[in-house]
């Protein structure tokens, strides 16, 4: 079945520091890739995705590219702020409506 | 525009009590999803509306579980005799349609059954 995996957290950073949480998935045929962020009392908001191999999904800063010879994800971004402070989840979507999501990686920002 | 609102934003409960949460997609969107996020299990799918087809409930954890969408627009998740793995937050998204649309979420309900 359609399965992700990220990275186990908490991960806390500096301000300005290198962000990068890895993502790697199980799926047949060619998924639909996603990265959700839960800002502290908000819900999940689509933060950026990718629907082919190769194709690079950005947003905010954040970047991820679809590696289909990896199976991977990973989301990055080079200078984090206080307010990217949330709980990021790497998601699947394969030839359905169906979104397969990781377990979370909360991320804490400090100044 | 508004997006989708769910109610209440939180509900606590007596372990048996029957419970009822609430969805309001973004109008205009045809597809309606109810997710479910627990500790023990993370994020999982429960149930899918589309339009006027008869929905996907495959995620439904047990038969406690009901869901029905009136109009094509508000949705309602039942919950009967709650128990206290029930405990969580429970999502609702929409989309304008199923397939490679962007799945819209709500601030979701927090249910702590006691």
């Known amino acids: 079945g359609n399965s992700v995996t990220q990275m186990e957290g908490p991960v806390t950073l500096s301000e300005e520091a290198f962000l990068t949480i890895n993502c790697t998935y199980t799926?047949?045929?060619?998924?639909?890739l996603f990265w959700y962020v839960q800002y502290p009392g908000e819900g999940l908001q689509l933060l950026l995705k990718a629907t082919k191999a190769d194709d690079k999904g950005s947003n905010k800063g954040f970047e991820a590219t679809y590696r289909k010879e990896t199976t991977s994800f990973h989301l990055e971004k080079g200078s984090v702020q206080v307010s990217d402070s949330a709980v990021y989840f790497c998601a699947l979507r394969r030839n359905d409506y169906k979104l397969s999501f990781g377990a979370g990686t909360t991320v804490t920002v400090r100044a | 525009g508004a997006g989708v609102s769910q109610s209440p934003s939180n509900k606590v409960t007596e372990k048996g009590k029957d419970v009822e949460l609430r969805c309001d997609p973004i109008s205009g969107h045809t597809a309606l999803y109810w997710y479910r996020q627990s500790l023990g299990q993370g994020l999982e799918f429960l149930i899918y509306?589309?339009?006027?087809?008869?929905?996907?409930k495959s995620g439904l954890p047990s038969d406690r579980f009901s869901a029905e969408r009136t109009g094509g627009s508000v949705s309602t998740l039942t919950i009967q005799r709650t128990q206290q793995e029930d405990s969580a937050v429970y999502l609702c998204?929409?989309?304008?349609?199923?397939?490679?649309?962007?799945?819209?979420f709500g601030p979701g309900t927090r249910l702590l059954v006691l």
């Open positions: 998204a929409s989309s304008t349609r199923t397939g490679e649309e962007t799945q819209y």
């Open positions: 509306f589309q339009g006027n087809s008869a929905p996907d």
């Open positions: 799926a047949t045929g060619y998924p639909s």
